[in-house]
């Protein structure tokens, strides 16, 4: 699966963002889907996953309550939805899609990743 990941950018604290990643070949509607993001010297961190059908999702408890991960298998498309952004959330985010079809943490289960979207939370 191809993925590419856009919709970042610069917000103030509080704020608002919606990434979106487009799939392209491979077997979208069957995989699990996954957000995750790297900070500047850190290393990348799961964020939120979503089952092949959208019926199961998980997220990180840095993000949970905040942010909203879904999907359309029709448009073959992953968004997430990210609200009361923190400058902790400043982040490159990555889009990636699992080799299986229910939701995972482990970034070793997701075999295809998209080039990354900057996110910047200013204070």
């Known amino acids: 699966v191809q993925l590419q990941a856009f919709g970042g950018g610069l917000v103030q604290a509080g704020g608002s963002l919606r990434l979106s990643c487009a799939a392209s070949g491979g077997t979208f509607t069957s995989s699990a889907m996954g957000w995750f993001r790297q900070a500047p010297g850190k290393g990348r961190e799961f964020v939120a996953t979503i089952s092949w059908s959208g019926g199961s999702t998980y997220y990180a408890d840095s993000v949970k309550g905040r942010f909203t991960i879904s999907r359309d298998n029709a448009k073959n498309m992953v968004y997430l939805q990210m609200n009361s952004l923190q400058p902790e959330d400043t982040a490159i985010y990555y889009c990636?899609?699992?080799?299986?079809?229910?939701?995972?943490?482990?970034?070793?289960?997701?075999?295809?990743w998209g080039q990354g979207t900057q996110v910047t939370v200013s204070s």
């Open positions: 990636a899609a699992g080799s299986q079809r229910w939701i995972t943490i482990t970034p070793s289960s997701y075999n295809d």
